[in-house]
Nanobody, 125 residues
């Protein structure tokens, strides 16, 4: 699975950005996809995730109500609409994917993701 992000940039606090992630190389497996943020240091924190088959969405509490994850299956594209951006939202945003079950999948934000994009930088000032 290959993932390519776009849409990052610089924005003032309170502004909005929409990130996109185009995926290719999928098999017939069921997938979960997510957006992760890396600020200072090596840790990546899960921001939002979605079960691609069912459309179930999951958000970190720091972004809930401000960010929206969505997908366009016809375009193999995952989106992250980010509104009311804050300084602490700055970071390198990664799109990721992993095979996940069709039942009892739990919280995809806690998964170990297998496939990663190259990242797109978001800077809020």
């Amino acid at each position: 699975v290959q993932l390519v992000e776009s849409g990052g940039g610089s924005v003032q606090a309170g502004g909005s950005l929409r990130l996109s992630c185009v995926s290719s190389g999928h098999t017939d497996n069921s997938y979960c996809m997510g957006w992760f943020r890396q600020a200072q240091g090596p840790e990546r924190e899960g921001v939002a995730a979605i079960h691609v088959t069912y459309g179930s969405k999951y958000y970190d509490r720091t972004v809930k109500g401000r960010f929206t994850i969505s997908q366009d299956n016809a375009k193999n594209t995952l989106y992250l609409q980010m509104n009311s951006l804050k300084l602490e939202d700055s970071g390198l945003y990664y799109c990721a994917a992993v095979e996940c079950p069709l039942v009892n999948w739990g919280d995809p934000l806690t998964y170990e993701y297998k496939y990663w994009g190259q990242g797109t930088q978001v800077t809020v000032s």
